[in-house]
Nanobody, 120 residues
């Protein structure tokens, strides 16, 4: 199972970016998916997560500005980032829990990071 992320880049403060992350490989189900970020010198932190059924959770610092969504048919999660601030600059990583079969325990996987840089 692999996660392939895309969509990072350089944007001015107040701008928008949309990140995508697609799961591929052999799996029974992709469960909760999420986005984390890690800024230089800081710990990796949860940005947003979304369950299979669409229940979402956001870090307080991004509520009202970022929106996480998913397309279960495409096993893809998206992060729409609006009103970006310089403090949103970080490497963004997608994450997913997946299972190999009915009734089996969740495993987790990380995608490669994608750099988001917001200039002031």
């Amino acid at each position: 199972v692999q996660l392939q992320a895309s969509g990072g880049g350089l944007v001015q403060a107040g701008g928008s970016l949309r990140l995508s992350c697609a799961a591929s490989g052999r799996f029974y189900s992709i469960n909760t998916m999420g986005w984390y970020r890690q800024a230089p010198g800081k710990q990796r932190e949860l940005v947003a997560s979304i369950s299979t059924y669409g229940s979402t959770d956001y870090a307080g610092s991004v509520k009202g500005r970022f929106t996480i969504s998913r397309d279960n048919a495409k096993n893809t999660v998206y992060l729409q980032m609006n009103s970006l601030k310089p403090e949103d600059t970080a490497v963004y990583y997608c994450h997913a829990y997946w299972s190999a079969g009915s009734g089996t325990s969740n495993r987790d996987i990380w995608g490669q990071g994608t750099q988001v840089t917001v200039s002031s």
